[in-house]
């Protein structure tokens, strides 16, 4: 069992930074990381995933502007987002993946881009 726990949301303005901050319980070094939103009335999406070896895929209203990091030491990742736009605004997960029995889930951080 991996405990995740997010943070760092908030409110920011259109053009704003926030950085959220994925803590997990246990050792993540072997799992695929992955961060996802889902915004009200709309199904959850990809936002980025890091695979252990260093692979990182966005989802394409993100790339260039999110970029996902992991500190193994620190058993975290971070999604650092810049250029916000209100269209990003939603409840941020994240998820660690290693088959369908490890397979974990914090609770959500809300991000919310408006003036």
């Known amino acids: 069992q991996v405990q995740l726990v997010e943070s760092g949301g908030g409110l920011v303005q259109p053009g704003g930074s926030l950085r959220l901050s994925c803590a997990a319980s246990?050792?993540?070094?072997?799992?695929?990381m992955g961060w996802y939103r889902q915004a009200p009335g709309k199904q959850r999406e990809l936002v980025a995933r890091l695979a252990s070896g260093g692979t990182t895929n966005y989802g394409d209203s993100v790339k260039g502007r999110f970029t996902m990091s992991r500190d193994n030491a620190k058993n975290t990742v971070y999604l650092q987002m810049n250029s916000l736009k209100p269209e990003d605004t939603a409840v941020y997960y994240c998820?660690?993946?290693?088959?369908?029995?490890?397979?974990?889930w914090g609770q959500g951080t809300q991000v919310t881009v408006s003036s």
């Open positions: 998820n660690a993946f290693l088959g369908t029995l490890y397979d974990f």
């Open positions: 246990r050792s993540i070094s072997v799992y695929l």
